[in-house]
């Protein structure tokens, strides 16, 4: 047996995680132990298996947080959510972009001030963490004290996350935008200050085309050949009307997808947020760059933009990575299990159908694959992190009625994607530690 005479903590429960793709290995993919234990040294998982066999071992001096008959999975990923929204969710827009004028512009204004974009952040974080998100990829304003604000409350509470200040020099307020050298010059003085520092990573973010110069958008894509292991986010193809803009502004280009190859923003660290409404010879584009198309599903419906077609992007012969992301402020909902009920109902529309290990594979192992961090995040093999989630399938009393009906576990993690919310969350561990700032009580 592995030696865990350094462990300094372990995590008991019912233990779910996965080591492929449910949809695609069955039940192969699935690991899951009814009386677990998480051993840990340092925040990362040197042991994982049944309590029985792994307790015995576990020198005097360790802690142990005692979840039995809570199930306890990797902690959620939100690849696309934007710091500056929290105060834009529930605006009551007609679509896009005259979502884009009349709320969230005004809102990311008040980023440039530090006090309001640390108190922002650190509502933020509350937020996320009472939901069991322990990871995102985030978009911060244009400022760059958004984005100090963001990484100084991360690195506070020691989560893995990734963030950018947002580049866009037209189409905006002067308030909110930059131009190609100084959007150039704040972003690699916050790669230089954050990037890789403890657990924190930079995305470069660039908005969209719209929004960004053809100048800008080759400063951003120096950006990216300098620090080839910072992620980039951005949009594409959300709605219509944008994706005839985007085209109108570079003509030369065949496609929305053709700009951000053209200024090499089109790769394998690339995060395409929304990716609704493209071309076959689009998707096969994605496949061959081995870029990632990022579905919103709370925020597609909520402006109305449309329906991501996850069948299509995953056709066997030249599958995308997909990300599945919560998209706040034109999302509508912190919690990914709110998302992942919201991805399911969206595919019903299409006669597509992903059942509940697929659903909670997507938002674990499934972003940490799409962010480029599966070998760090969102499973419980040894050697990885231990971020982890507890939930509790009966934690309202709609819920407790309804699992008195059920004698499966992919009827229980249905059950918490469909009725279940931050509520459901008993308790949120980063590197180990209980980090759940809103108890229930
Ligand atoms: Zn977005």
């Not at 779910?16 to 290995?25: A, I």
């Not at 700009?259 to 493209?278: D, T």
Request: with cysteine; charged share 25%; proline share 5%.
């Amino acid at each position: 047996m592995k030696d865990i005479s350094r462990a300094d903590t372990a995590l008991r429960g019912r233990l779910l995680w996965f080591v492929e793709r449910p949809e695609e290995h069955g039940a192969g993919a699935v690991r899951y132990i009814e009386d677990g234990l998480l051993v840990l040294a340092g925040g990362r998982i040197l042991a994982v298996g049944e309590t029985s066999a792994l307790r015995p071992a576990l020198p005097a001096g360790a802690v142990i947080h005692d979840h039995s008959g809570r199930l306890i999975t990797p902690g959620f990923i939100d690849p696309h959510i934007h710091l500056p929204q929290t105060q834009v969710v529930a605006s009551w827009a007609a679509q896009l972009l005259d979502w884009l004028n009349t709320y969230t512009f005004v809102e990311e204004q008040k980023y440039g001030d530090p006090a309001h974009a640390a108190r922002g952040a650190a509502f933020f974080f509350d937020e996320l963490l009472s939901n069991g998100t322990t990871t995102a990829v985030a978009f911060c304003s244009v400022h760059s004290a958004s984005a100090e604000a963001f990484f100084a409350e991360s690195e506070r509470r020691n989560t893995r996350m990734a963030a950018g200040k947002v580049m866009m020099d037209r189409y905006a307020p002067d308030a909110l935008t930059d131009t190609p050298q100084s959007g150039y010059d704040d972003s690699k003085a916050l790669i230089g200050r954050w990037h890789g520092r403890g657990r924190q990573l930079y995305a470069i973010a660039p908005r969209f085309a719209i929004t960004s110069t053809p100048e800008q958008l080759e400063a951003a894509a120096a950006l990216s050949r300098e620090h080839p292991d910072c992620l980039v986010e951005t949009h594409i193809s959300e709605n219509l009307e944008e994706v005839a803009t985007a085209k109108r502004l570079y003509p030369e280009c065949a496609d929305y997808t053709a700009i951000y190859e053209k200024y090499g923003l089109f790769g394998r660290k690339s995060l395409m947020g929304h990716s609704i409404h493209l071309s076959e010879s689009e998707r096969q584009r994605y496949a061959d760059a081995d870029a990632v198309a990022v579905f919103c599903p709370t925020s597609n419906l909520f402006l109305g933009s449309g329906l991501f077609d996850w069948k299509a992007m995953r056709e066997p012969r030249r599958p995308v990575r997909i990300g599945v992301a919560t998209d706040i402020g034109g999302g509508t909902s912190y919690s990914m299990l709110q998302t992942m009920n919201e991805a399911y109902k969206v595919l019903q529309l299409q006669g597509q159908r992903l059942d509940s290990l697929a659903l909670f594979h997507a938002m674990t192992r499934g972003n940490a694959i799409a962010i480029g961090l599966d070998h760090l995040i969102g499973s419980f093999e040894p050697g990885h992190e231990c971020d982890a989630v507890v939930l509790d399938a009966r934690a309202t009393p709609a819920m407790a009625h309804r699992m008195e009906t059920v004698t499966t576990l992919p009827e229980e993690l249905f059950i918490l994607i469909t009725m279940g919310d931050d509520r459901a969350v008993e308790e949120t561990y980063v590197m180990g530690e209980p980090k759940k700032p809103r108890k229930r009580g």
